[in-house]
């Protein structure tokens, strides 16, 4: 069975901090996708990035990073330069399937960038 | 502006009631899901519809109940069977196969 874990239930940094929010996952299968998405207060997710299981490469968009390690069965999500814009609540989601209807949720991350 | 539409934001229902919440797109999207939330807890699949007139019970199917009449339009009944309805909805859209989904900004429901 697919797992996805957020350890991280709650944290707090101050603007213009770095911080890096895990994600680790367990799955059988060699072909599974990786997500994360974000939930602003307004309560929508956004989808931030999506990472199948045969690329490793780590990815950067602005601000944003990511370190997928199948060694160690995580996807870490990095911000440099934290705003307060920031603040959210972050999931990270596995899907062995490759369909949206098997996907698997953490229990999510609460990021509160203060300024 | 294309998107996805939940309505009501709030929604409060008395013990022994059913409710139905709205989902709608305007993006041509073919499936659509529905997702609970609760505190501290991840996402869970209620049901998910890949084409019009076919649905599929996702995990926590029990005491809901959705149609899908039209493929702008995904609502989802809350009935009297569901013992713990309080909790955060929301609905998503995807392209048929394998992408992003967008979400819709939720509906709150609280029983009173």
């Known amino acids: 069975a697919q797992k996805v874990t957020q350890a991280q239930t709650e944290i707090s940094v101050v603007e213009k901090e770095d911080v890096t929010l895990d994600c680790v996952y367990e799955?059988?299968?060699?072909?599974?996708?990786l997500f994360w998405y974000k939930q602003p207060p307004s309560g929508e997710l956004v989808f931030l990035i999506r990472?199948?299981?045969?690329?490793?490469q780590n990815e950067i968009s602005g601000r944003y990073s990511w370190n997928f390690q199948k060694s160690t069965s995580s996807f870490n999500f990095t911000i440099t330069a934290s705003q307060v814009v920031d603040s959210a609540v972050y999931f990270c989601?596995?899907?062995?399937?490759?369909?949206?209807?098997?996907?698997?949720f953490g229990a999510g991350t609460r990021l509160t960038v203060k300024p | 502006d294309g998107g996805i539409t939940q309505s009501p934001k709030y929604l409060f229902r008395k013990e022994g009631q059913n409710v139905t919440l709205s989902c709608e797109q305007n993006?041509?999207?073919?499936?659509m899901y529905w997702y609970r939330q609760d505190p501290g807890q991840g996402l869970r699949l209620i049901y998910y519809?890949?084409?019009?007139?076919?649905?599929q019970k996702g995990d926590i199917a029990e005491g809901y109940s959705v149609s899908r009449e039209k493929k702008e339009s995904f609502p989802l009944t809350v009935t009297s069977a569901q013992k713990n309805p309080t909790a955060f909805y929301l609905c998503?859209?995807?392209?048929?196969?394998?992408?992003?989904?967008?979400f819709g900004q939720g509906t709150r429901l609280t029983v009173v």
């Open positions: 993006l041509n999207h073919d499936a």
């Open positions: 998503a859209s995807s392209m048929a196969g394998y992408t992003e989904a967008f």
């Open positions: 519809s890949q084409i019009v007139n076919d649905f």
């Open positions: 799955t059988r299968d060699t072909t599974y996708y």
């Open positions: 989601a596995l899907s062995e399937g490759g369909n949206n209807n098997d996907m698997r």
């Open positions: 990472r199948n299981s045969f690329d490793e």
